[in-house]
């Protein structure tokens, strides 16, 4: 079982980014796979309530890839973010966000 993230990068305040997560090993399809993300000095959390309506999430079934399209980037967003497979307990190595002001 794998989860590889990628996409992640340094923007600047207001800018977007889109993070995908390909998985191997088990299907995407009729799993629950999250986004998480674990701030400097923080602990983790769900990205998606942490958002606020800024993020959303797509999937592709047939690619075994999932996207986290992140919109109005904050610098309070910088932080290692991952994607998560709630049923096995896998997590990826995780892609780095960096937003500055």
């Known amino acids: 079982v794998r989860l590889v993230e990628s996409g992640g990068g340094s923007v600047q305040t207001g800018e977007s980014l889109r993070l995908s997560c390909v998985v191997s090993g088990f299907a995407l399809s009729g799993s629950d796979v999250k986004w998480a993300r674990r701030g400097p000095g923080k602990g983790p959390e769900w990205v998606l309530s942490a958002g606020q309506g800024r993020f959303t999430v797509t999937r592709d079934n047939a690619e075994n890839t999932l996207w986290l399209q992140l919109n109005n980037l904050k610098p309070e967003d910088t932080a290692m973010y991952y994607c998560?497979?709630?049923?096995?307990?896998?997590w990826g190595q995780g892609t780095q966000v960096t937003v500055s002001s």
């Open positions: 998560y497979d709630y049923g096995g307990g896998y």
